[in-house]
């Protein structure tokens, strides 16, 4: 059994406490034939007294290069915002650490390939933080596909909404700033219909994208991030300038010829979250929405001729990773579980040393994708993804 030791690197905010969570918790489900993590540092600029508890015995880090530079760390799992994934993903890899960074992995295409490139003549273990496909109902979904049973994919279809700024006053944070995550929605959320894309359909070779923001400024509420209730305006407060998409529409075209539209935005409202795709083929279709997390439908021309309709696929216990959790389909595992089923994949990469989906490779497909919908929409016009 293989201990791998793992700083992470804002561990006061939500995603540093679901990961710092996972790391503890994955054995409990996987046990620890693919080793075992300890949180070793937990690296947070906030003064925050239970931090120490969430993962004892952990150093307790104000600045990341402590942990960056700390000879005992294996692991740098980067949970920070968008703006920094760059600076610290290169810097502990020129450290020759292994890097789990959360989504969008760079601001731009151009520093993704830095990293990927960095990290392959390093030769460490790399991992983006596109969890949602890693829910065991994608998989049933590539094998479908993969087997042949849609035929050729046409068309791709995939959404993904939520409603945190569907009131023009909801307060301002981090993810509306522009210098602290430059690409607002399409990495935020975008990023996550385009791993999906990736996963089952393939890449990307050109599109057309409109962006736009629904309200330019939002007031100021302290230590404020998802999820917060319009404030009292009065005369003192403060206002944000919003300097980043809150919603984008596309429409694509695959490198196999398939086209895909698709739509993601923060200002959907009542869409608490919303995400969804369809896979069209010549054969037959796929249907998935995060409503029934657990369940694709599924329609078959194999079928005889006046019983075709789509199938429920209630994915469940004959999946391994399905069945770590729990003895019966339609249970339904939520996003925590994939986030611990994501951790033990990096342990168990980690200790084999054998990449898994989405590696930094994958990750700068899709900053691509990124990249050509913020230069789309200041442009006007389709652009090519080399």
């Known amino acids: 059994m293989t201990e791998v030791k793992v700083a992470v690197l804002g561990a006061s905010g939500w995603m540093g406490r679901v990961h710092t ?4 918790t994955f054995p409990h489900f996987f046990g620890t034939s693919g080793g075992t ?46 703006n920094m994934h760059h600076e ?8 020759g650490k292994h890097v789990f960074c959360e989504k969008p992995l760079a601001d731009t295409a151009a520093e993704a390939r830095e990293l990927a490139d960095l990290a392959r003549a390093k030769g460490v273990i790399t991992r983006v933080g596109h969890a949602f496909p890693r829910n065991p109902v994608h998989d049933r979904a590539k094998e479908i596909i993969e087997a042949g049973e849609i035929g050729e994919i046409k068309l791709f279809k995939g959404c993904q909404h939520i409603d945190v700024y ?29 791993s999906f894309m990736e996963f089952l359909v ?21 230590g404020q991030d998802l999820g917060g209730s319009a404030p009292e305006i009065t005369e003192a407060t403060e206002w944000g300038e919003v300097t980043n998409p809150d919603g984008t529409n596309i429409l694509c075209t695959f490198e196999n010829g398939a086209k895909g539209i ?39 021309n ?13 994915v469940g ?50 900053c691509q994708i990124v990249d050509a919908c913020m230069d789309s929409a200041r442009q006007r016009a389709w652009v090519e993804i080399a």
């Not at 004892?56 to 920070?80: F, H, M, T, Y």
């Not at 194999?302 to 209630?314: A, N, S």
């Open 21 to 24: 969570m996972a790391y503890q």
């Open 37 to 82: 993590a300890r949180v070793a540092a937990l690296v947070s600029t906030r003064a925050e007294a239970e931090l120490g508890f969430r993962a004892p015995g952990a150093k307790i880090l104000s600045d990341w290069r402590q942990a960056v530079n700390d000879p005992e760390i294996d692991l740098i799992d980067i949970c920070l915002p968008d």
């Open 88 to 95: 610290v993903a290169k810097a502990a890899l020129l450290a």
């Open 166 to 194: 569907g009131d023009p006053l909801a307060p301002y944070m981090w993810r509306a700033d522009g210098s602290l995550a430059p690409t607002g929605i399409i990495g935020d959320t975008g990023s996550h219909v385009f």
């Open 202 to 222: 393939g890449r990307v070779s050109s599109l057309v994208a409109d962006s736009y923001v629904t309200a330019p400024r939002r007031p100021k509420v302290d």
């Open 262 to 300: 698709v739509d993601f935005s923060r200002v959907a409202t009542g869409r608490k979250f919303m995400q969804s795709y369809e896979i069209y083929g010549t054969k037959g279709s796929l249907v998935y929405s995060f409503d029934e997390v657990n369940r694709l439908r599924f329609y078959s």
């Open 302 to 314: 194999d079928d005889p001729g006046g019983r075709r309709g789509f199938r429920e696929i209630d």
């Open 317 to 366: 216990p004959e999946h391994p990773a399905y069945g770590a959790f729990l003895p019966l389909p339609n249970f339904a595992l939520g996003y925590n579980e994939t986030k611990i089923i994501e951790a033990a994949e990096v342990i168990r990469s980690i200790t084999t040393h054998t990449p898994m989906w989405p590696t930094f490779e994958t990750g700068h497909h899709i």
